[in-house]
C-alpha cells in the first residue's frame, strides 16, 4: 500500500534523510507505519536543519518537489499564476501513485490538493484540517473555500475530514479528530506548584501577529507594576521577534523577560513542568498542541476563546477563558494567585483530561480510520 501525502510543510533532504518541521513529523511517522512506501508532494529547502525539525522514520520515501508559492499580495498571486498549473499537475501525479492520499489543510498546497482529489472519486483519502473549523469565525476566503471542497460530499467523496471540535454545521464527511505529542510512558510526576513563589508565566509559539506574543510580555510588565514576583520565558521565533525584543529593551524587562528563541522538544517540556501559566491570546487555531502540552505538565492555559479551546478547559473549569484583552490576561492571573485552592483544582482537572491524549491513544485512532 502506498501513502500520498499532500503538503505546503516545507521538507529538508540532507544526507538521504528527509526533515520537517518536528510535530508534523512526529505525526506522519505515525500514519507512514501503516503503509508500504511515501510519496510526499511538497516545497523542498536546502536551509539548514533547525533544532525544530526531525527526520521520517520510513525506509521507502519518494518526495516530489514543488515551489513554495503565495498569494497574500497581488504581486505574489500574478506570480503564482505562473507556478500553479505545473504544481497542479505535479499533485495529480502524485494522486495517481497512491492507495491513499492524505491532504494537509488549510493552506496554498491544501487548496490545490483540495480541487484535484475531485478527480480521484474512487480512491481512499483522508484530510487533516488543523485549523479552525468553527463555522463562525473570521477567515480568509481560500481557508473557507477548502472547507466548503472537503465538506461537499458530491465533489468529496470516499474522504474522511479530521477536524478539531464539535460544531453543529458538519457535514457527513467530517469526523471530530485530536492530536498528541506524548507518549504514555513519557508521563510523570510534576511536584506541585506553589503560587507563593515567583509567578512563572510562559510563551511559546511562533513570534507572529496572530499569536500576539507582545500581549505576554505586557502582561509580566503590568504584574510586576503590580508588586507580583513574576518572569516569563518565550519559546520561538517570527516576525514580531524584533517588536518584542524593542518593548523588552524600552522597559527595561531584562531581569524579568527571557527571549530562547526555538529550542528542542525537551527543553521546551521543561519550560512546561517548571511554569505556573500559559499565555496564549491566538487570534486563530485548530487544535492548539501547545495548550494541550502545558495542559499535560500541570502549565495552566490562560487563553483565548479561539476555535475549540474552550471545549479543551472546560469552559473555564481547566483554565482560564478571556477576551482578546491584555486587562482580562492580569486579571485572571491575579485572581488565581488570590484563590490557591481554584488553581489547584484547575491544574489537576487540566493534567487528567490532557493526559488521555497520548501518542499510543493517536496511533490506535489512526489504524481505526484506515
Not at 510543510?9 to 528527509?18: A, F, L, Y
Amino acid at each position: 500500500m502506498i501513502f500520498g501525502i499532500i503538503t505546503h510543510t516545507i521538507h529538508k533532504i540532507t544526507d538521504g534523510q528527509i526533515y520537517a518541521y518536528e510535530p508534523y513529523v512526529k505525526e506522519m511517522n505515525l500514519w507512514s507505519k501503516n503503509f508500504d512506501k511515501i510519496v510526499i508532494v511538497a516545497p523542498i529547502s536546502f536551509e539548514e536543519i533547525r533544532v525544530i525539525d526531525a527526520a521520517y522514520q520510513h525506509s521507502n520515501i519518494k518526495v516530489i518537489s514543488i515551489p513554495n508559492f503565495n498569494i497574500t499580495s497581488l504581486k505574489n498571486l500574478i506570480k503564482s499564476l505562473f507556478v500553479i498549473p505545473n504544481i497542479c499537475w505535479k499533485i495529480f501525479k502524485g494522486m495517481q501513485q497512491v492507495d491513499h492520499i492524505h491532504l494537509r489543510c488549510p493552506g496554498n498546497v491544501g487548496l490545490l490538493g483540495c480541487v484535484v482529489q475531485v478527480f480521484f472519486s474512487s480512491k481512499v483519502k483522508t484530510a487533516k484540517y488543523a485549523g479552525n473549523w468553527d463555522p463562525k469565525s473570521k477567515q480568509p476566503f481560500t481557508y473557507k473555500f477548502q472547507k466548503w471542497i472537503l465538506g461537499n460530499t458530491l465533489l468529496s467523496k470516499n474522504i474522511k475530514v479530521l477536524i478539531y471540535g464539535k460544531w453543529s454545521e458538519k457535514s457527513k464527511n467530517n469526523i471530530p479528530f485530536f492530536t498528541a505529542s506524548y507518549h504514555e510512558h513519557e508521563i510523570e510526576e510534576i511536584a506541585k506548584k506553589d503560587l507563593n513563589k515567583t509567578i512563572k508565566l510562559l510563551f511559546v509559539g511562533t513570534f507572529s501577529i496572530g499569536k500576539q506574543p507582545l500581549i505576554s510580555v505586557r502582561t509580566v510588565h503590568q504584574l510586576s507594576k503590580k508588586g507580583i514576583d513574576v518572569s516569563l520565558d518565550m519559546y520561538g521565533n517570527g516576525s514580531e521577534f524584533k517588536k518584542v525584543q524593542k518593548y523588552i529593551d524600552d522597559h527595561q524587562l531584562h531581569r524579568i523577560v527571557k527571549l530562547h528563541g526555538n529550542q528542542s522538544k525537551e527543553v521546551v517540556k521543561q519550560a512546561f513542568q517548571r511554569s505556573h501559566f500559559l499565555i496564549f491570546i491566538s487570534k486563530s487555531e485548530g487544535w492548539p498542541k501547545v495548550v494541550a502540552e502545558s495542559m499535560f505538565w500541570s502549565c495552566l492555559p490562560v487563553s483565548t476563546k479561539v476555535s475549540c479551546v474552550p471545549a479543551m478547559l472546560d469552559y473555564g473549569n481547566r483554565g482560564a477563558l478571556i477576551n482578546n484583552n491584555l486587562q482580562e490576561v492580569v486579571e485572571k492571573i491575579e485572581s488565581y494567585i488570590d484563590h490557591k485552592k481554584m488553581y489547584v483544582e484547575h491544574v489537576e482537572r487540566a493534567r487528567t483530561w490532557s493526559q488521555q491524549f497520548t501518542l499510543d491513544t493517536f496511533e490506535k485512532a489512526i489504524k481505526e480510520l484506515l
